[in-house]
C-alpha cells in the first residue's frame, strides 16, 4: 500500500469511525487527512453521511481549495481543515463534526469542568470556544481565525454550530473530537440533574490528562472504533493492521 494509497484508506475509517461514535449529522460534518505528498488533503465528497464513505467518495482538495483528484464541488468548510493543516504541520488530520452534546453544552456558555476521564482532556483548562461565527467556516480568513482559535489544543467548541479537533496521528484527531464530545454528554447529564459540586482541579487534571490520554492510549482507543465501526459485511481487508496508523 503506497502512503496515499494507505492516507485515502485513512479517510475513509476516520469518517466511519466517527459515524459509528456518534458524530453524524446527516451528510454533513467531515475528516481530513493530509496528503503525503503534500498536495492537500484527503476528505469525502459533499453528499454522503460519513458511515457512507468510501475510496470512490473521496477528493484531494488542494491548499488553494481545488480538487485535484475525486469528483463534484469541496465541501464549502473546507476551509476548516486546510488552513489548520496549513498553520500545523505536524497535523495529520482534522475533524469537523456538528456533534449534538458538543452544540448543546456550548450553548450554556459554562466552562468545561473535568468531571470525567474525557473531560481531563484539556489538563484543568477549558475548552477553546470559537466565537467569531456561529455560521460555515466557508473562507480562508474565517478559516485562519478557527485555526487561531484551537491553537495548540486537542480540539475547540464552535458555539451554535459543533466541533473541531485536531492530531499528530488521524487516531489522535478523531479520537479528540469523540472524547470532547463524550465530556460535554457528561457535563450536561450532570446538570441536568443538579449542581456540579465535584470534579477535577487543574492539578488532577493534568496529571489525568497524562495518565488516561497518552498517544498509545488514543491510538487503542482508535482501533476499538475501528473495530465497532467496520459492518460485518466489508471485505475482510478492512481488518488489516496495515490500515492503522
Ligand atoms: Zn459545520
Partial sequence: MTPVEKARRQAVLASRALAASGQGDMIWGHAAVR?????GIWIKAPGWG?????DERLQLVSFDGEVLAGSGTPHKEC?????????????QCSVHTHARAAVAFAS??????????EG????GEDVPRFRDTGSLIASPELGRRLAAA??????????????????NTVGAAVMHAVLLEQACRTQLDAMAAGHVTVHSDPAEALA?????????????GWRYLLRKSVGAGEPPDWKDEEYLP
Fill in 108 to 117: 450554556l456558555g459554562t466552562p468545561l469542568l473535568a468531571v470525567s476521564h
Fill in 120 to 123: 481531563a482532556l484539556f489538563g
Fill in 50 to 54: 460519513l458511515e457512507e464513505v468510501r
Fill in 35 to 39: 496528503d503525503p505528498e503534500g498536495r
Fill in 208 to 220: 489525568k490528562r497524562a495518565l488516561c490520554w497518552p498517544p498509545h492510549q488514543l491510538e487503542a
Fill in 79 to 91: 476551509p476548516i481543515h486546510l488552513e489548520l493543516l496549513s498553520a500545523r504541520s505536524a497535523l
Fill in 150 to 167: 484551537i491553537g495548540d489544543a486537542p480540539a475547540a467548541l464552535m458555539p451554535k454550530h459543533g466541533l473541531v479537533a485536531a492530531g
